[in-house]
């Protein structure tokens, strides 16, 4: 680059020889004094042909100037002329152009006329969107001298005074280097040297602070073209100057928006859209660029924020993008994360309550000013030299996400407004992004919570089992699908095993999901066996697609259900067309039990479903899943079985290591379905902690179940449950004296409660009924009830069993008086 003063030059020319536009002259007559080269390209005729002859053989005249003459006129009188028309080519043809006719004025005040012609038929797409002469030529002020051979000047317009500050009188007759002595103009005379040798045109683009702006600095584009005479000999060059200052402005910011739409919200990520925000204004806008977001907005919680005062409070700030010219962001005191504090009169204040943008072009870092109010960011101010801001609020419907700061600080060049107006359209596209990433994460946020609320948080296992899970959704997007997995508390401390699978995937199979779960604890409460209880569910099912029938919901689920009793060992399960259960024993030998398949819930067939009952050795594996866990894109299920097992075949190691090598050995594609694994290793109570009585129905009975539950108790340690236990046992076992005509059964069981259970033959269930005050019976349940942590009933083979349990500390009883019945209360009786 050749810098002189006020004028930086490129020492390479960027000339190109251009076909599209042209240019002639002719004098106050109308005759053709001068041609080129690109004149005769665009319509046909040598300068031999023109020259000397009137210039109506290619221009057209109008009603309002039907002769050259008059159009010489016409042309005086508005000091030139400007527009689109057509001109004849020499083959006959008519080109549609941009026209430009300029008034040049010459020494004792002489006129001749400079036409600028531009073919728009034959515009190729680079010339029209980034060529300045050709695409402002009708548009933007354009100074021209034409200089002779020896390069003196011998006609100028008067728009080039105000491109360079020279006058007319000091320009004509003297070549640039006389009325400019500096480098830039030698530079220049030998462009046109050129053009005069090569008789083709030649573009030059350089930088001036011209004296109609000397504190702004100007883009200036040059075009030379040699003028010929009929002879085609040199006759001398025209140089058109453009200020094209505005234009490449307008191309640069049409660039940076046209990269905005493709670099903008790439993610769903809003912190990430922050960044790219940052990245994508630094260095094209600013040399130091902040993206600062309402606190919440990150995380898709809490309500929009509305624009202005929140209660008298702005809303609090995070910092989410940052990007400057110099190496690890020196001007920011707030890394990326961090909260930035908005100090009472500083212009973020002021655009957080307006929702207005503030542009401050020359920026005031005056002791005393709004930049003191923070000491660490006025000291970061000053050492940075920032001297011009810019600050734009990040609106979305009607919500206020946050600011966008943009600031300048080796770049001399204040920010205008149509800094700002860019400004404002790139965080407008940003905030778009932002919304829909903050909207994402609003809703991703719900679906987890459905997710955690529709699943377990933690397995009970108790006594009977001690277990572990993994939940891998295929919809990793949103968190959730149609899986699930319980593991449910029954009496006789016994718990329920079960896993399930609804079709589909996302938000709408979790919802039908937690319905199907829901169903399936009420149905557990109920004692069913698994064969009934997957009847029951698939009635349930069913029901919804009937209830949901004119709504696209999910319908159709598999699941297993297993009962396993530690007192006996024994699980009896069932499946609905779902993955068999895998069984390891303690030696880590694998199986899949034989277990019948039974048709998926919902499909309403109406094959009843079958149950297995299997004994486990104490330490078994035993593993319920989906088929997301064993089936894959490239894989039978037998390969997904076998995989699984031999993850699952290593006793020594925890359930949690179980479970991720379990899921570790889904290969590494992505799953196509929710995974879900449930792990249980069994355990058994001993038979010390159980004790079973068999006991005549007869009045003996209840005597003698007292003492020996005594007994019991005080062998185990637990005399402190004495009372409360002799006499819900007097209360069960009398009921079943009084309902069966069979032998009865006491069982206590030792474990994590003390449970009471008398068996009887008697296959029907307690009835809910009021006692009223003058009956005499049917009240002994409800001191069951006041007495136990809870009680309840299950159907067995040959009649039923009622139940109880206590906690082992006992906690103070409530109960009233025994003899004192309570008005209105609800009982149980049989």
């Known amino acids: 680059m050749i810098s002189t003063g006020n004028v930086t030059l490129s020492n390479q020319s960027d000339v190109h ?64 002329w400007s527009g689109t028309t057509a001109v004849r080519h020499r083959d006959g043809r008519e080109l549609k152009i941009n026209l430009r006719i300029s008034m040049l004025r010459g020494q004792d005040g002489t006129v001749r006329w400079l036409i600028s012609v531009t073919d728009i038929g034959t515009l190729s797409t680079e010339a029209a969107n980034g060529s300045v002469r050709e695409s402002l030529l009708t548009r933007a002020p354009i100074g021209i001298v034409v200089r002779d051979p020896e390069l003196r000047c011998i006609w100028v317009n008067d728009t080039m005074e105000r491109h360079d500050g020279i006058s007319r009188d000091q320009r004509l007759g003297r070549r640039f280097t006389d009325a400019r002595p500096d480098a830039k103009a030698e530079a220049v005379e030998a462009v046109m040297r050129q053009v005069l040798h090569s008789g083709t045109t030649k573009v030059h683009q350089y930088r001036m ?55 903008l919200g790439s993610t769903l990520d809003v912190m990430q859209t922050s960044q790219e925000l940052a990245d994508l204004a630094m260095p094209l806008l600013a040399d130091y660029v902040i993206v600062d977001l309402e606190q919440s907005v990150p ?89 011009s801001l810019m600050v734009v609020p990040i609106r979305a419907r009607r919500a206020l996400l946050g600011v966008a700061l943009f600031v300048r600080t080796e770049d001399p060049m204040p920010f205008q407004e149509f800094d700002l107006l860019l400004a404002e359209e790139l965080v407008s596209r940003a905030a778009m992004s932002m919304d ?83 169903a399936v604890h009420t149905l557990a409460d109920m004692e069913l066996p698994p064969d009934e209880l997957l009847s029951h569910l698939d009635d349930t099912v069913q029901r919804m697609a009937e209830e949901d029938a004119d709504a696209p919901a999910v319908v159709g689920a598999t699941c297993v259900y297993a009962v396993y009793d530690p007192v006996t060992r024994k699980c009896t399960m069932a499946r609905a067309g779902h993955p068999p259960p895998a069984i390891i024993d303690p030696q880590g030998r694998v199986t899949f039990p034989d277990l019948p398949a039974g048709a998926p819930l919902g499909i309403g067939l109406g094959a009843p479903f079958e149950a297995v009952e299997l004994e486990l050795p104490e330490g078994s594996l035993l593993a319920l899943y989906t088929d997301g866990l064993i089936e894959t894109r490239d894989h039978d299920i037998d390969v997904g079985m076998e995989r699984l097992g031999a993850a699952l075949a290593q006793p020594g190691r925890s359930l949690e290591d179980l ?91 030792h474990h994590q409660v ?56 006992p906690a103070p009883s409530h109960a009233p008086a025994i003899g004192t019945p309570p008005a209105f209360e609800e009982q149980l009786a049989y």
């Open 17 to 80: 020889e251009t076909s599209e536009s042209a240019v002639a002259m002719f004098d106050e007559y109308g005759t053709v004094v001068a041609w080129t080269q690109a004149a005769e390209r665009l319509v046909g005729y040598s300068a031999g042909d023109v020259v000397g002859r009137s210039a109506s053989l290619v221009l057209p005249f109008s009603g309002e100037a039907p002769t050259i003459s008059a159009f010489v006129e016409q042309c005086r009188a508005q000091n030139g």
């Open 209 to 263: 602070w011209p004296p109609t702006s000397p504190r702004r600095e100007h883009t200036m584009a040059a075009s030379f073209f040699c003028l010929q005479d009929a002879d085609g000999q040199a006759l001398g060059v025209c140089t058109i100057n453009v200020d094209v200052t505005e234009s490449r402005r307008a191309l640069e910011r049409l660039a940076i928006l046209s990269e905005a739409s493709t670099r």
């Open 299 to 387: 995380f898709g919680e809490g309500s929009p924020v509305r624009i202005g005062p929140m209660d008298g409070r702005l809303p609090a700030l995070r910092r989410a993008g940052l990007a400057s010219i110099h190496q690890g962001v020196p001007e920011s005191p707030w890394m990326r994360g961090e909260p930035v504090p908005v100090t009472p009169t500083s212009p973020v204040t002021s655009v957080l309550r307006t929702g207005k943008s503030h542009l401050e072009a020359i920026l005031d870092t005056a002791p005393g000013t709004w930049i003191d109010e923070d000491p660490a960011r006025a000291q970061k101010i000053r050492e940075n030299s920032m001297h």
């Open 436 to 518: 829909n990433a903050r909207q994402y994460a609003r809703e991703h946020t719900a679906a987890l919570a459905l997710q955690r609320n529709l699943l377990p948080h933690r397995l009970k296992g108790g006594t009977a089992v001690e277990a572990a899970s993994r939940y891998l959704p295929a919809d990793m997007d949103h968190g959730v699908g149609g899986d699930w997995f319980d593991v449910i508390p029954l009496s006789g401390a016994r718990v329920a095993l079960v896993v399930g699978d609804v079709v589909g995937h996302g938000i709408n199979a979790a919802a039908t999901m937690g319905r199907l779960r829901t």
């Open 659 to 749: 479970c991720t090598l379990a899921t570790e050995t889904i290969p590494g594609q992505e799953p196509c379905d929710d995974v879900t694994l449930l792990l249980v290793r069994t355990r058994s109570i001993s038979p010390a902690q159980v004790a079973i009585w068999t006991l005549p129905s007869d009045e003996t009975a209840v005597h003698s179940a007292r003492h020996m539950a005594a007994c019991q108790l005080a062998e185990w340690g637990l005399e402190g449950l004495e009372d409360a236990t002799k006499l819900i046992v007097s209360e069960l076992v009398t009921n079943a004296v009084r309902h069966s005509t069979s032998q009865i059964g006491l069982r206590l069981i």
């Open 754 to 809: 003390l449970t009471c259970e008398v068996f009887d033959t008697n296959a029907d269930s307690p009835q809910l009924r009021r006692a009223r005050t003058t009956d005499e019976n049917g009240r002994g349940l409800f001191l069951v009830g006041q007495l136990s942590r809870r009680w309840g009933a299950r159907s067995v083979s040959g009649g039923k069993v009622v139940w109880a349990e206590e906690d082992l500390t």
